[in-house]
C-alpha cells in the first residue's frame, strides 16, 4: 500500500478530539504499512502533534507581547479613569472617551444610547457576532486606598445629595481591558471573521443600564444582535487566576425603596406623633426573620438594608422615613417569599401603629435582575483556550454562584439567540491577597469597600485574557 499523501490543514481549532482521531486512523493505516513506510508516518505523526501542541503558545505569544507593549498606554488610562469616576447616567467624560479610542480604532461608533451608553461595530467577513461588554458607573463610596491617584471627587446623586464617589468594583479596569482589546482585535483582523461589537454600558451599579440601553432601541439603531455576548469583572483574587463555571454564576436581584409614613411632632411630645422612624427600625429586625424563619434551610437568600433616610433636626419626629433595601435570590420561589414578606410586615407595622390605610407603607421597585447563567460548551472553549495561558491551577470553573448580581445578561434577555460567557478576573495583588489567605480571609479586600484597588499588573494581562477568549469564540 502506498503512503498515504495527508494535507493537514492545522489551523487555530484544533483540539484533543482531533488529535486523537488523528491517532486512531494512522493505527488503522499502520497496519498495512512497511516499516520504512512505518518510519515515515510515525515522523509525520510526531510533526503533525508538535505542531497542535505548541500552536496555543505560538497563537498567545503576539497578543501579550502587543498587550504588554501596549501597557504603558492603557495604566495611564486606567489611572485617568479611576481618578475621574462618574455615577450611573452620567458616564459623559468616560463614554467620550470610548467613543473617541474606538473612532480612531475604525470601529463604527454609535453613542447616545440610554444617555451615555457607547457601542463600536466593526465588521470583518462572514462569521459570528461577537458582543464584548465593559461597565462604566462608579460607587458612591469614599476612597481609602492611599493610592497616588486616588478618586477625590463627589457628585449629585438623583436626589440632590452630594457623595463622594470612587471606582470600587473594578469598572474603570473594565472599560481600560476593553479599549486595549479592541487595540489588538483590529490589529489581528485577519486572523478572525466576523462581527466584533464592543458595547461600553452605562450604570450596572443600580442594575438598570441594560434594560436602558436594550429599551433605547440600540438593536434597531445600528447595534447587531449578538450570537455570543462575553464580559469580564474584577475579582479579589490573585492576578493571573480567573473563575469561569459553568451554570448559575451571580444571583438574581430586587432593589426596592419602602417609605415609611407617619405623623410628626416635637421630639419632646412623641406621644403625640406617630414615628416612622421606629416602625424603619422595627422593620430593619424583623425582615431578617424572612431570611432565618420563612427561607428553607436549603434555600439560599439575602435580604440587605443599605440606608435608612428619615429627618434632619435632633428635635422633630419626621412625617416619614425610607429603608432602601436590596434582595438576592435564585428562583422565582425565594423572590416570592422575601417580597411577601415584606409587604406583611410593613402592613402588621401600620396596623400595629393605627395608620389610615392612606398611610400605610409604599413600596417603590428600582430594578430587578436575574441569575447570570454561563453557557457550558461556551465556558469549557474558552477556559481551553485560557489554559495555556493561565495555567490549568489557575482557572477555577467548580466555584458555587455568587451572590453579587449583573445586569449582563439583560442586554439579551428574552432573544433566544445569543449564549454568555462572564468571567472574575483576579486583579488583587498576588501578594496582599496570598498575606489575606494566611489570615484566614477570603480576600485583602472587597468589592465596594473604600479600599478595593486593582493590581496594575492586572491591566495588561486582563487585555491578553480578554484577546485570547474572543479569538477562541471566533474560531469555529
Known amino acids: 500500500m502506498k503512503f498515504l499523501n495527508l494535507n493537514l490543514n492545522l489551523n487555530l481549532n484544533l483540539n484533543l478530539n482531533l488529535i486523537l482521531n488523528l491517532i486512531l486512523n494512522l493505527i488503522l493505516i499502520l497496519k498495512n504499512l512497511s516499516m520504512k513506510t512505518m518510519t515515515k508516518t510515525f515522523i509525520l505523526l510526531k510533526v503533525c502533534l508538535l505542531a497542535i501542541l505548541t500552536l496555543p503558545a505560538q497563537t498567545s ?39 473617541k479610542e474606538l473612532k480612531t480604532l475604525g470601529f463604527e461608533v454609535i453613542t447616545g444610547i440610554a444617555k451615555t451608553g457607547v ?8 462569521g459570528p457576532i461577537v458582543m464584548y461588554r465593559a461597565d462604566m458607573d462608579c460607587n458612591s463610596v469614599k476612597e481609602t486606598t492611599g493610592l497616588p491617584y ?14 463622594p464617589v470612587m471606582h470600587a468594583c473594578g469598572h474603570d479596569a473594565h472599560v481600560t481591558w476593553m479599549l486595549g482589546i479592541a487595540r489588538i482585535m483590529m490589529a489581528l ?3 478572525w471573521k466576523g462581527t466584533l461589537v464592543f458595547l461600553a454600558q452605562p450604570a450596572e451599579e443600580p442594575m438598570t443600564g441594560a434594560k436602558a440601553m436594550v429599551n433605547d432601541k440600540m438593536y434597531e439603531k445600528g447595534v447587531p444582535i449578538p450570537d455570543y455576548l462575553f464580559g469580564m469583572h474584577t475579582w479579589p483574587i490573585a492576578v493571573g487566576s480567573i473563575i469561569n463555571g459553568t451554570g ?25 406623633a ?49 429603608a432602601k433595601l436590596n434582595l438576592r435570590w435564585f428562583t422565582e420561589k425565594t423572590r416570592n417569599t422575601l417580597l411577601e414578606g415584606i409587604k406583611r410586615i410593613n402592613e402588621g407595622l401600620a396596623v400595629a401603629n393605627g395608620l389610615p390605610h392612606e398611610l400605610h407603607p409604599k413600596i417603590l421597585m428600582k430594578s430587578n435582575v436575574f441569575p447570570q447563567v454561563n453557557h457550558t460548551p461556551l465556558v469549557r472553549k474558552i477556559n481551553n483556550a485560557l489554559t495555556p495561558l493561565l495555567g490549568p491551577e489557575n482557572i477555577f470553573s467548580d466555584t458555587p454562584p455568587i451572590m453579587a ?23 488583587a495583588d498576588p501578594e496582599l491577597y496570598a498575606q489575606a489567605v494566611r489570615e484566614g480571609k477570603r480576600a485583602p479586600f472587597f468589592n465596594h469597600n473604600g479600599n478595593y484597588q486593582v493590581d496594575l499588573a492586572g491591566i495588561p494581562l486582563g487585555v491578553q485574557i480578554g484577546v485570547t477568549a474572543l479569538l477562541e469564540i471566533f474560531r469555529k
Open 248 to 272: 448559575e454564576r451571580t444571583s438574581g436581584s430586587d432593589q426596592l425603596d419602602v417609605t415609611f409614613y407617619g405623623i410628626g411632632g416635637h421630639g419632646s411630645t412623641p406621644e403625640l
Open 189 to 191: 483582523r485577519d486572523q
Open 274 to 322: 406617630i414615628d416612622p422612624i421606629v416602625m424603619a427600625s422595627n422593620a430593619v429586625l424583623q425582615y431578617q426573620t424572612l431570611i432565618s424563619r420563612s427561607l428553607p434551610a436549603q434555600d439560599v437568600g439575602v435580604l440587605t438594608v443599605g440606608s435608612i433616610q428619615a429627618g434632619s433636626d435632633n428635635n422633630v419626629i419626621p412625617a416619614y422615613a425610607v
Open 150 to 163: 486616588a478618586s477625590v471627587k463627589t457628585m449629585k446623586k438623583e436626589d440632590g445629595t452630594e457623595v
Open 119 to 126: 457601542v463600536g461595530v466593526l465588521k470583518n467577513g462572514e
Open 405 to 427: 448580581s449583573e445586569d449582563f445578561y439583560h442586554l439579551v434577555l428574552g432573544n433566544n439567540k445569543t449564549t454568555c460567557d462572564f468571567i472574575l478576573v483576579g486583579t
Open 61 to 99: 505569544k503576539p497578543v501579550k507581547e502587543m498587550a504588554y507593549a501596549d501597557s504603558p498606554r492603557l495604566v495611564e488610562i486606567f489611572k485617568d479613569l479611576h481618578q475621574n469616576p462618574e455615577l450611573g447616567f452620567l458616564e459623559f467624560r468616560t463614554s467620550g472617551i470610548v467613543a
